[in-house]
């Protein structure tokens, strides 16, 4: 193919997906090749998800359509779902798993399926200059997981735990203040297993040494497992002058009976108690919570548990999704399966119950001072949008120049459930 050299990259899933892509085009354009619209390229990546049938279905339709409107192209899938599932390619002409998809250009001439049979995989290099959006970089420390919860591929399909170099992290995090970075977002697949390889630092001594160092004014955690969130990780939270005051807790299901067949490892009154002494050191900490529905064996009154838990639970935001049988986790050969339709009737009832917590979340900041870092997009024709530190959405009328910034504004509205805030530079 060494007279091919553009090329397209279509991704799917988490950002730990996204930074992959990010990396793998980067590397692409290093050796020579040049980034085009689908339908003119050379060679259409499909960096594939493999944690729901839904991620599955999106790969496929796109492998389909790109052999509909470039038929000519060489046509790659690669990732978590080529590494989990090698056979269902999709009629791909190669397929490449998680080792092999950063070293893409030496297969070039080839086609079929590269897959390593292993858990063991590298950290790929670090690369900056990689995302366009200059609001908020997505920065990859962590990798893997170890945990091999019933319902989940990814341990098969992104390996074992494995992290970035403090050092390196450090040095990363500096030249992104350097290119005038204001917000980091911290990723990975489990980056509460973070730990350096020369010193054994964690999650907690790293944010630490953020606190010491030159590194952008925001640094902000993806999901993080509430089995790490202890007192003492609360506490460098709530000490900390650049983490943001927010949470994104992965804890699944409010029964226990369910959370016990998760292999998840703690209760709902652990969650319950968590939240609780979050708000306690953080009174205006925005929480967030996943929540699956549909897990083999809920029933209505499992289901029931969950909402009532979430109810009583002061928190700010849910992201709700069906549970999506993966062949080889566990949880597929567990008795109690859901029907398709129950599914869909429960993550509706939760996405109502996100709703009014989040509208309640926002209320109770109508009034308050916060700062946001507008992004470039318009929204409403006159709107542009920052996040809070602790992870509010908030509308401000447009004014390019104060894209990227570090901007204070007073909430003072609440229009179409959308916060508005009138603002002055920090």
Not at 134 to 154: A, E, H, L
Not at 207 to 219: E, G, K, S, V, Y
Request: hydrophobic share 40%; proline share 4%; aromatic share 8%.
């Amino acid at each position: 193919m060494t007279d091919k050299k553009t090329f397209f990259v279509f991704t799917t899933g988490c950002k730990a997906n996204q930074w992959d892509s990010h990396v793998l085009a980067d590397k692409l354009e290093h050796a020579g090749f040049t980034c085009v619209p689908a339908e003119r390229a050379d060679l259409v990546v499909i960096n594939a998800c493999s944690l729901t049938a839904r991620a599955e279905r999106d790969a496929r339709r796109y492998i389909r359509r790109a052999r509909q409107v470039n038929p000519a192209a060489l046509v790659a899938l690669v990732g978590c779902h080529a590494q989990a599932y090698p056979e269902r390619d999709f009629g791909a002409d190669l397929v490449l798993g998680q080792a092999e998809k950063f070293e893409i250009d030496r297969y070039l001439q080839e086609k079929g399926r590269f897959v390593a049979s292993t858990r063991a995989f590298p950290m790929e290099e670090t690369r900056i200059d990689t995302q366009k959006d200059r609001t908020r970089f997505f920065f990859k420390i962590q990798d893997g997981c170890n945990k091999f919860c019933s319902y989940c591929i990814v341990p098969i399909a992104r390996g074992a735990v494995r992290s970035r170099p403090a050092e390196d992290v450090a040095t990363t995090m500096e030249a992104l203040r350097e290119k005038g970075i204001k917000e980091v977002v911290l990723t990975g697949i489990d980056i509460a297993a973070y730990r350096d390889p020369a010193s054994g630092m964690g999650l907690k001594d790293l944010l630490l040494l953020f606190d010491r160092l030159p590194t952008p004014p925001r640094i902000r955690l993806s999901s993080v497992d509430p089995d790490y969130l202890d007192d003492e990780f609360i506490a460098v939270l709530a000490a900390s002058g650049k983490v943001a005051k927010s949470i994104h807790i992965p804890v699944q299901s409010g029964s226990d009976s369910i959370l016990k067949g998760m292999g998840r490892g703690y209760g709902s009154a652990f969650v319950t108690g968590l939240v609780k002494k979050l708000q306690k050191r953080i009174p205006a900490i925005g929480i967030g919570m996943d929540i699956m529905a549909g897990f083999p064996g809920e029933d209505e009154a499992a289901f029931n548990e969950t909402c009532a838990f979430i109810e009583a639970l002061d928190i700010s935001y849910l992201h709700v999704f069906p549970y999506s049988e993966r062949p080889g986790a566990r949880a597929s050969a567990f008795d109690g399966k859901v029907a398709e339709s129950v599914k869909r009737r429960r993550v509706k009832r939760l996405k109502k119950i996100d709703a009014t917590k989040r509208e309640a979340f926002s209320r109770r900041h109508l009034g308050e001072r916060a700062c946001i870092i507008p992004e470039a997009k318009m929204y409403a024709g006159r709107f542009m949008r920052g996040f809070s530190d602790n992870y509010l959405p908030v509308y401000i009328p447009y004014e390019k120049t104060l894209e990227n910034n570090l901007v204070d504004v007073t909430i003072t509205d609440m229009q179409d459930l959308r916060l508005i805030g009138g603002f002055r530079c920090s």
